[in-house]
């Protein structure tokens, strides 16, 4: 066994484009441009590609700027902006590159743009993702596909993702490694022409939208969603932080250190806010979906995640949810027959007809994992939407039957007068004037939940900040 355990070491080890150093790993450099190449498509099937070829354009533009000044510049790499509200930025392996227009709105500058591209490359030359699945897999943890600078709400949507990359992304880069992205990154900057402390700037920005979820999640009544441990390895005044950024300042020249802030506020310019048409509007516990031409309400304070195949609502403390999919209607059933034919529920009891804003639906209970289940199904045109509502603990479910059913009946045909929620809203760069505020801006926001705190994330003037005349700022329409 020993022999076995040290030829598996030595038959492992790998030269670090970066440092030089010998690292374990258990494949080779085609094996991990393979893995990349995989698993690209299913980056962009749980995401969505943002349909702006002139942003995408500029995005990739400013990537291989960075790439060509990084240590491993022999890899095309590609950069793509995901159609997500969600913060979030990661690669995978052999040089694919994303980051979320969620995450671009609240960025002021192509200098922090490049400080997240900057950090995600450096994950790539040094081979973290294959480095850390190594480890998983030598110690059969599972695998580790890509990296992530912050990882998004662990909802259904971003568990999926995690299921596709492996179990073992959940617990993200340690600090040793995202403190030598950090470190990679500022260099790329500076060997680029840009300010490397704009990684700092990026730090802080993440650090801002960390405590304003969080006082959210308290006035909601729920508890802080967010990944453990999000910004342990992120904190904006760590010393060692401040090092390896600083460091980077040797590589810096006379002329450079750019910023290009207006450059960056101009290419956002138009840029979907939040939740897109494409995708449905939530608006506080409403959703509306324009292209499907239906709307839903969910109880108060619950927190709805809009997935790419369904809706799904938490109730405060996840003790309960709705969880909410379509399908087509291909045979002339009834609502009861495909709850039972299609849906393949042979034990519904409490049966009932139900006609929510006039159209046909049933709802019964049924019983899951032991679990009892509250489903309907109501048909809007030749679509069938499947609600389910369970509790986590059984004992609780008739306390929350009440919501489901109220959520169930809630369902109906978007209206002429509800058109205007369903519409996305906007980035629109304006030039601040004396007459202009944050308290102003907040009173005819269409931006629906903390309208005047989040005007301020998006211009880096969170929490006290104000609006300087003479500037340019973001606005939301």
Not at 325 to 339: A, E, H, T, W
Request: hydrophobic letters at 35%; a negative charge; charged letters at 20%.
């Amino acid at each position: 066994m020993v022999g076995a355990l040290l030829f598996l070491g030595l038959a492992g080890c790998a030269t670090n484009p970066v440092t030089g150093d010998q690292n374990f790993v258990m494949f080779g450099e085609d094996t991990e441009l393979e893995i990349g190449r995989t698993n690209h498509p299913k980056i962009i099937a749980e995401y969505g590609r943002y349909e702006d070829e002139a942003l995408q354009a500029y995005v990739q533009s400013v990537g291989e700027k960075l790439a060509k000044n990084s240590h491993r510049d022999d890899l095309i790499y590609r950069f793509t902006v995901l159609d997500s509200p969600t913060i979030n930025a990661m690669a995978l392996p052999g040089g694919y590159v994303y980051i979320t227009r969620g995450l671009m709105a609240y960025l002021n500058s192509e200098a922090e743009l490049a400080a997240v591209l900057g950090h995600e490359i450096g994950h790539v030359t040094a081979r973290h993702g294959v480095r850390q699945q190594s480890a998983a897999q030598a110690a059969n943890l599972g695998y580790t596909l890509g990296s992530i600078l912050l990882p998004g709400l662990r909802g259904a949507g971003s568990q999926n993702l995690f299921n596709i990359l492996g179990g073992a992304l959940l617990s993200g880069y340690g600090r040793e490694h995202e403190l030598e992205s950090d470190r990679l990154g500022a260099e790329y900057l500076a060997r680029s022409g840009y300010e490397p402390r704009a990684m700092i700037d990026v730090i802080s920005v993440l650090k801002d939208q960390q405590t304003f979820a969080a006082a959210e999640a308290k006035k909601l009544g729920q508890d802080y969603q967010g990944y453990h441990g999000l910004f342990a390895s992120h904190p904006d005044n760590d010393t060692r932080l401040q090092q390896v950024v600083g460091e980077a300042e040797k590589y810096t020249s006379a002329g450079n250190g750019k910023v290009y802030r207006d450059t960056y506020l101009q290419k956002v310019a138009g840029m979907t806010f939040g939740d897109s048409e494409k995708q449905g509007i939530r608006s506080e516990n409403h959703f509306y979906h324009l292209a499907m031409r239906f709307s839903v309400d969910f109880p108060i304070s619950w927190h709805v995640n809009n997935n790419p195949n369904s809706l799904q609502a938490i109730s405060p403390g996840g003790k309960a949810f709705i969880d909410m999919g379509v399908s087509d209607i291909n045979r002339k059933l009834s609502p009861k027959q495909f709850i039972e034919q299609r849906l393949k529920v042979d034990n519904l009891r409490s049966g009932q007809a139900i006609k929510p804003h006039g159209l046909d639906g049933y709802t019964g209970l049924t019983v899951h994992q032991n679990k009892p289940v509250r489903i309907a199904v109501i048909y809007l045109r030749d679509q069938a939407f499947i609600f389910l509502g369970t509790a986590k603990d059984s004992r609780d479910f008739t306390q929350f039957d009440d919501h489901f059913l109220s959520s169930i009946n809630s369902f109906h045909a978007l209206r002429d007068d509800e058109i205007e929620h369903a519409r996305e809203l906007k980035l629109e760069i304006v030039s601040v004037t004396n007459n202009d505020s944050y308290g102003k801006w907040a009173q005819t926001s269409r931006i629906s939940n903390s309208p005047l705190q989040q005007l301020k994330l998006l211009n880096g003037d969170y929490p006290d900040g104000e609006l300087k005349n003479g500037k340019k700022a973001k606005r939301v329409h």
